[in-house]
């Protein structure tokens, strides 16, 4: 596991939090091995319809206490143990980031430790190059609310590509609630566009739109057809979850494969929530050897959002004097990954 040049010598505990949609996650890392020493989650499921921000935040807000007590035992660490408390500040929905950062600004001034601030996105990133080993790669981040291809050059991550529009994670979880597949939208580790699109029947793909321009994605119009296309076949439901599925995925592979042959890249990384899909882990995987290029996909448990990630980056963040006053602590909701510093990469 690569640490980009962080000092190893003493070790460093650090504590993450992370809320930014719907889940309340806290892990606490070191810079010593295993690095991880817990990452305990509790999510938030709408009983109807989509996550409504209001509802999850009062979910994230109950579970708080119970999720670090827990996280502590399971790390078997006392916050007298603690060197700095991470926190998600974005991006994401602002009522659910603030009770992330509410909780991090209590228990950095409570107890007297340095508040480290993190960015989601790069969480996602920093925490798959920790297990994959990787030293520079391409990146696949790909959730319910972000679609992006990144590499890293000139002491940030930079955006190769991104979607126009809608995420690849919200266009399944979208189709699936006005088909009346969901919630919930995953079914014992698997989407439910997926399970449906097992049910089709032949190989033949229908027509619905494929839409990369350039570098970029856009599945507005997909999504849109592919409800047209329910309500006037609702019997070929299962063969419209297999195309949606199929062409959007392509549609990832392709920018993906765009941005690996003009990074000059050698690995390929898939991270974020969508990242748990075997398929579109077999798509890029398939591209990325037959360009000569190592693949590695985050797996679930670290995959989706997490408390982990936020800890093991804040981990690298403190140790290069990133942090920030409690007082001035702020969420962003559109904190985008190409405005961070990324100090110990460079």
């Known amino acids: ?40 989650n ?17 979910f994230l807000a109950e579970n708080a206490p119970g999720v670090l007590e827990e996280a502590l035992k399971a790390s078997r660490l006392g916050m007298d143990e603690i060197d700095a408390v991470a926190v998600a500040l974005g991006p994401g929905m602002g009522p659910c980031l ?11 001034a409570y107890y007297e430790k340095p508040l480290v601030p993190v960015n989601h996105a790069v969480a996602h990133i920093e925490i798959g190059i920790l297990l994959s080993g990787f030293e520079d790669p391409l990146v696949v981040y790909v959730s319910g609310g972000n679609t992006a291809v990144i590499a890293f050059k000139e002491g940030k991550y930079r955006t190769f590509g991104e979607t126009l529009d809608v995420a690849l994670g919200n266009l399944l979880d979208t189709f699936a609630r006005e088909a009346g597949l969901a919630p919930p939208y995953v079914k014992g580790g698997v989407h ?29 119009g997909l999504l849109t057809a592919a409800l047209k296309m329910l309500r006037e076949r609702p019997s070929s439901l299962p063969e419209i979850c297999r195309s949606l599925v199929e062409i ?57 959002d ?18 920030v006053d409690p007082e001035k602590a702020l969420v962003a909701q559109r904190w985008r990954v190409d405005e961070v510093e990324v100090p110990w990469r460079a």
């Not at 319809?49 to 935040?57: D, K, L, Q, T």
């Not at 439910?192 to 027509?207: K, T």
């Not at 990325?288 to 448990?301: D, I, R």
């Not at 997490?306 to 942090?323: C, S």
């Open 1 to 40: 596991m690569r640490l980009h040049g962080v000092p190893g010598d003493k070790e460093v505990i650090v504590l993450g939090i992370e809320s930014t949609a719907h889940t309340i996650g806290v892990g606490v890392a070191s810079n010593k091995p295993p690095h991880l020493l817990a990452n305990v």
């Open 42 to 58: 509790r999510r938030y499921v709408p009983a109807s319809g989509g996550i409504h921000p209001r509802e999850a935040s009062r």
């Open 98 to 108: 603030r009770v992330g950062a509410t909780v991090a600004r209590a228990l950095a």
């Open 192 to 220: 439910v566009v997926h399970l449906c699109s097992s049910e089709a029947r032949g190989e033949e793909l229908l027509d619905l739109p494929y839409v990369v321009k350039g570098q970029d994605v856009s599945f507005s």
């Open 248 to 304: 959007s995925f392509s549609m990832v592979t392709e920018v993906a494969e765009r941005g690996l042959a003009h990074t000059g890249k050698k690995e390929v990384l898939l991270t974020g929530g969508v990242a748990a899909s075997e398929q579109l882990r077999e798509k890029l995987k398939v591209m990325a050897e037959s360009h000569g290029a190592k693949f590695y996909g985050v797996p679930p448990e670290y995959a989706g």
């Open 306 to 323: 997490n408390g982990a990630m936020i800890a093991w980056t804040g981990v690298l963040a403190h140790l290069r004097g990133v942090r």
